[in-house]
């Protein structure tokens, strides 16, 4: 399927959900009306023969997507400007925030990524595909995983910042894009990894679309303490199955073996005790930040080799994948060096 179909599917869709069910009632009246839209945006990576592509699509628009109108549904989320008054946005900006995985505010943003940070990824990006491509089976199988770990902080990075590079660029759309993410390896604690430093536009996402009503429902239920706990576990277990769905899709309707979802269970009950030890421990025990940085990055790395990679690799996934983007690699390489050779020629004798 080419990228084409993509378009024709999905912009008529969000033209249908900003056009029509924008007119519905806010609530499950409009939530109904957007059924049809989650049916096609689910099946649609079907379609695709390609893993980077159909892991891309399941993740923006299968994933992402879908979270963002179910908030629209209820009058919430970056589809609806809130401030000062609920409503809704122009439709280029609702179509390119709805299908592209973005995290975007209606105030001016202070904190941006300086644009040479994305330029040193690339650049980093690009060293270790070259490694990987050409020099794996001379790698240590652990250090693939760490080069593994890296590639998809990077890959996330760049893949926002290339959709912002289309949104400001091409589609000329004033709008103001946060940073997909805040230097992970940075980290001190679980709780500052995942709620403030890694892949932020699915933690905003989830926070919405998951712990908030999970921890409203169970407040009057079972106290605030657990109710907070109750909807961490329940962000990261849903976090988990929609990892293992990007998986289903990607590996050909296998069925997962769970062991990706145990790894965030795994992290929302580790959480869980963080919070609950460092109240117990406050003013008594505080570990310096290169310590806890260590031990918060190492338990990370650690699990996601005994847990997240396992299945990925025996599934021959990661080798497709990086074939893909191995093959637009050395295609852009080779458009760049033809580029340059054509300007010295064009400049020869100057």
């Known amino acids: 399927m080419s990228s084409n179909y993509i378009c024709f599917s999905v912009i008529p869709s969000l033209s249908y ?15 109904i009306s957007l059924l049809p839209i989650f049916y096609l945006f689910t099946i ?9 592509l159909t892991a891309i699509t399941t993740f923006s628009i299968t994933w992402l997507a879908i979270f963002k109108l179910v908030l629209f549904a209820f009058d919430q989320g970056p589809l609806i400007n809130n401030a000062p008054n609920p409503k809704i946005i122009s439709l280029p900006v609702f179509i390119s925030i709805a299908a ?27 060293v270790i595909m070259e490694i990987i491509l050409h020099h794996k089976n001379e790698i240590h199988p652990k250090l693939v995983l ?63 679309t998951v712990y908030n009503p999970v921890r409203l429902v169970l407040l009057n239920v079972i106290g605030r303490k657990w109710a907070q706990h109750s909807a961490s576990l329940a962000t990261f277990l849903v976090s988990g199955l929609m990892h293992e769905l990007i998986f289903y ?21 580790c959480l869980m005790v963080e919070i609950e030890v460092k109240k117990a421990l406050k003013d008594t025990l505080q570990l310096p930040g290169l310590v806890s940085g260590l031990l918060t990055v190492g338990f990370v790395v650690v699990t996601a080799f005994g847990l997240f ?13 990086l074939e893909e983007v191995g093959f637009c690699f050395d295609f852009l390489k080779d458009k760049m060096l033809q580029f340059v050779i054509f300007d010295k020629i064009c400049n020869f004798g100057y």
């Open 309 to 321: 990679f396992p299945p990925i690799i025996r599934s021959g996934v990661d080798e497709s994948i």
């Open 100 to 126: 592209l995985p973005l995290r975007t505010t209606f105030t001016p943003n202070q904190n941006r990524k300086n644009p040479m940070n994305s330029a040193v990824q690339l650049v980093i990006f690009a």
């Open 249 to 269: 899709y990607v590996n050909n309707g296998v069925r997962p073996s769970g062991e990706i979802t145990g790894f965030f269970v795994l992290h929302g009950l």
């Open 44 to 52: 649609l990576p079907l379609y695709f023969s390609s893993a980077f």
């Open 17 to 31: 959900c900003y056009f029509f069910s924008a007119k519905i009632p806010k609530g499950i009246p409009r939530l």
């Open 146 to 208: 760490i080069f593994y770990s890296v590639m998809i902080f990077l890959m996330i990075d760049i893949l926002i910042a290339l959709s912002s590079l289309v949104v400001k660029n091409f589609l000329c759309l004033d709008i103001e894009i946060e940073s997909p993410s805040n230097e992970p390896y940075f980290s001190t604690s679980l709780q500052d990894f995942w709620g403030r430093r890694w892949n932020l536009t699915v933690t905003h996402t989830l926070r919405f």
